[in-house]
Structures are given as C-alpha cells and as structure tokens.
C-alpha cells in the first residue's frame, strides 16, 4: 500500500491509471448521473423563471469643426479634457431630476407607488442606464489612439422596445439640453 505522500510506482502505467478511474466512475456512476441531472434541471428552470431584460445603445460623438478624422487623431491632452467632460455628462444624464422626467414620461413606474417606494424605484431606474467612453476597437487596449470623443448612451429594461425608445429619448434630451444639435 502507497502511503499519501508516495509517488505511483513506475509499473504502473497510465493505461492502468485511467482503468482506475474508470472503475472509480463506474462505482460512483448514479452520484456522477445524479449531479448532472440536478445541474441541468436547476439551469432549465432559472432560465425559464429569470427575467430577461433587453439593452438598448445609442453613441454620441463630440465632433469639432474638422469633422470625425480630427476626434479620431485626438492627442493624450485632448483626452484627458474629455475624460473630465465625460464625467460632467455621467453626472447630468444620471441624475434624479433627468431620470425622473423620462421616467414618468414612459410609465417606468409601477402604479400605486408610495413616496419612498418611488424613490427606490428611480435609483433602480437608474441603475439600468449607463454612459460610457466609445472604443473604436474593443480589442485594442485602452489608448488615446482607440478611443473616439464620444460616449455611449445604453438603457436595460424587459421590454425591448422600452428599452430602445428610453435611449433614443435620453440622448434626444441630452443633446437638446446641450444645444448639440445648432
């Protein structure tokens, strides 16, 4: 008998090692079928009984006078400024007040909400919203060379076409309070 800090003899071979395995997993077969069943059966039904939402996006770009080439050749400098005003537009598209119109104006609310329960159902509301940097390629890493100054606009929600028109909705407003559309 091997002790458990012993290395396998060197007569045993590795056929002989998987034909030990194989008994092992024949032993234990209805443990190893059992698990499998039990796996799959919880998957179906999270999958059936999950609720799906949809994500909806829409990307914005700053562009100067030059047209897009000039955001596009954009220096380290260039980026830096915009890294600070992609964060000043984070803040006002998530922000209650913002949220809070397209909110009532596509009935995101359930009906019958108290004050309090209202608010906690605008916070998840905006949660589901995001704005970030565009990449001009998602497999180069994060350099000034692949990124555009523009940002994307992207909200979740169950309904697809909810989710479509709440972005299309956040950026129109967004541009309009801006004045990016002169």
Not at 48 to 74: C, D, H, P, W
Not at 127 to 148: C, Y
Not at 158 to 164: F, S
Request: hydrophobic share 50%; glycine share 6%; no cysteine.
């Amino acid at each position: 008998m091997l002790s458990p800090g012993s290395a396998i003899p060197a007569e045993q071979t590795a056929m002989v090692a998987v034909r030990e395995y194989a008994l092992i997993a024949a032993r234990n077969r209805w443990v190893i079928v059992g698990a499998i069943t039990l796996s799959l059966t919880l998957a179906w039904g999270y999958y059936l009984l999950a609720t799906k939402y949809f994500q909806s996006q829409t990307m914005i770009v700053a562009e100067e006078r030059g047209g897009i080439n000039t955001v596009i050749n954009a220096g380290a400098e260039a980026g830096d400024r915009f890294e600070q005003r992609l964060f000043l537009i984070q803040r006002q598209i998530i922000n209650r007040d913002f949220m809070d119109e397209i909110a009532k104006e596509f009935n995101l609310f359930p009906s019958g909400l108290t004050e309090e329960e209202q608010r906690t159902a605008l916070i998840e509301i905006m949660n589901m919203a995001r704005v970030e940097r565009v990449k001009m390629d998602p497999a180069v890493a994060l350099s000034p060379q692949s990124l555009v100054e523009g940002f994307v606009v992207s909200f979740m929600h169950e309904d697809p076409a909810t989710a479509m028109q709440v972005t299309a909705r956040i950026a129109d407003k967004f541009i309009h309070e801006n004045n990016l559309g002169a």
